[in-house]
């Protein structure tokens, strides 16, 4: 485990040197729960950063958004360069949010 954090602080390091963009995408699982996938990759690769569970929640442009700030809040909001997510909709609704929120 210890191991694991040392290559992940490495990666996280560049975060603040180069940017690291936020990738999401949500798919419903075989037993039809709606997940939502975070990932934030930078020029050293990819890090898996969390999956919610949004099952039962009602997924608008509010709810998105908040998840967004979560992640945003981990990765370092000066450190964010974008946020790439698929194009529904209620997706770009809380991306308009995102950048009419100071």
Do not use: H
């Not at 940017?19 to 975070?38: A, E, H, K, P, Y």
């Not at 908040?66 to 529904?88: M, R």
């Amino acid at each position: 485990k210890a191991n694991i954090e040392k290559l992940l602080e490495k990666k996280k390091f560049s975060w603040k040197q180069y940017g690291v963009s936020i990738v999401s995408d949500g798919w419903t699982d075989i037993q039809r729960r709606l997940l939502i996938n975070f990932i934030a990759y930078s020029l050293d690769g990819p890090i898996f950063l969390k999956c919610v569970d949004a099952s039962g929640e009602y997924k608008d442009d509010e709810y998105l958004k908040g998840l967004f700030i979560e992640v945003i809040k981990e990765v370092g909001e000066d450190n964010v360069v974008q946020i790439i997510t698929y194009n529904a909709p209620v997706c770009q609704r809380a991306e308009m949010n995102l950048a009419s929120d100071p």
